[in-house]
């Protein structure tokens, strides 16, 4: 029998959906992606969906343009993927994998950068910082799961949900160990060195 293990960058995965949906996505979302892909693949036996992702930051940061005090543990972003997480941990064959958040201090926001660089100086205030958050361990977690799978013959397939172009050695590796590669792009186009490593792209 045909089993298949899916592995789901899960900022990727929000980002898509939350444009999709015009919300922020919930865990029955989430599971309906997953529904989505099993049938495009004729439905094959699941072994595990991996969802990675990295706990909500609880720091506090101050503006250093007013001193304002900014409380992510009191956010509805907090809230939102804390609420998210909580749902898929509790879900059958799902293994929640966290990375880690990084707060970096603040850069500008876009749209004020590309005043400064259009020669348009203003004063600059409070709002026009943002927190600047990294987040660090996903992409290696999902690689070492991807070897895992492979070396262990755990699954015959592995569905990878994801935009980011680091993962290829990683889908290099899987398919010289003899396993399906496929890729879920989530409706976007995805960069050539991505999708060319890929058994196939299901959307």
């Excluded at 439905?43 to 409380?71: M, W």
């Excluded at 569905?159 to 680091?166: A, I, L, M, R, W």
């Excluded at 999708?195 to 299901?202: C, K, L, N, P, S």
């Amino acid at each position: 029998m045909t089993h298949v293990a899916i592995l789901i960058d899960g900022e990727f995965m929000k980002k898509r959906l939350s444009r999709r949906l015009k919300r922020f996505p919930d865990g029955e979302a989430v599971m309906g992606e997953i529904s989505r892909i099993r049938s495009a693949l004729g439905s094959p036996a699941l072994y595990r969906v991996f969802y990675y992702t990295a706990n909500p930051l609880t720091e506090k940061v101050t503006n250093p343009l007013d001193g304002s005090v900014v409380d992510f543990a009191r956010t509805g972003s907090y809230r939102r993927n804390r609420r998210l997480i909580t749902s898929l941990e509790r879900l059958p064959d799902v293994a929640v994998r966290r990375g880690e958040l990084v707060s970096r201090g603040w850069a500008l926001r876009p749209r004020v950068a590309d005043r400064l660089m259009k020669g348009n100086p203003k004063r600059l205030n409070a709002g026009d910082l943002t927190p600047q958050i990294d987040q660090k361990g996903v992409d290696m977690r999902i690689g070492l799961d991807i070897a895992s799978l492979a070396l262990k013959r755990l699954v015959s397939e592995i569905v990878v949900v994801t935009g980011d172009s680091d993962i290829v050695p990683a889908l290099k590796f899987a398919r010289r160990e003899g396993l399906r590669v496929h890729l879920d792009l989530l409706g976007g186009g995805g960069r050539r060195e991505l999708r060319v490593h890929a058994d196939r792209v299901i959307s």
